[in-house]
């Protein structure tokens, strides 16, 4: 059985004595995080790319930035109050702190998600297998090329 998420703002421990509280992520909040990244990307591979020498078709490219892009999104969401950071909470502080502390910023993307993660995880035992099957059992049919060699009809040499 899936439980409901909490409403209520959360505090975040993160390295360094610095705590942050959040509000909970929704999913319309979610998806509006996504999008925005997602245009702001397109900016950049438009506009800027090429000027800093990098190639928006390659994914690590892509998936870095859009990364990056989306943990300061998330983070300008969702922090409404934080300790042991010495500046106020703004966008600006936000985006800074974010943008100048690369591991503080990704142990707040992984525990402010973690709770989606678990949800997710409490929905079912037959949760997908990595390699994009629903359930991980072992192979119980033959290799193609066994079975067609075995069941297809082939040519006489003579006739």
């Known amino acids: 059985m899936i439980k409901l998420g909490n409403r209520e703002p959360v505090w975040l421990d993160l390295a360094e004595g610095a705590r942050l509280k959040v509000r909970p992520i929704t999913t319309p909040s979610y998806a509006m995080i996504q999008a925005q990244a997602e245009k702001v990307f397109d900016d950049w591979a438009e506009h800027r ?17 859009m990364r990056s892009l989306m943990i300061k999104g998330l983070a300008l969401y969702a922090i409404i109050e934080w300790t042991g950071i010495d500046s106020g909470v703004s966008d600006e502080a936000i985006a800074g702190f974010i943008d100048e502390n690369p591991l503080l910023a990704a142990l ?9 993660k678990e949800r ?6 037959s949760g997908p297998a990595p390699h994009g099957i629903s359930a991980a059992g072992r192979d119980i049919a033959k290799p193609v090329m066994e079975t067609v060699a075995t069941l297809a009809p082939t040519a006489s040499p003579s006739p």
């Open 49 to 65: 790319a090429e000027a800093e020498g990098l190639d928006p078709a390659d994914q690590s490219v892509r998936r870095g930035l």
């Open 108 to 116: 707040f993307y992984h525990r402010y998600l973690s709770p989606l």
């Open 120 to 125: 997710a995880a409490e929905g079912n035992a």
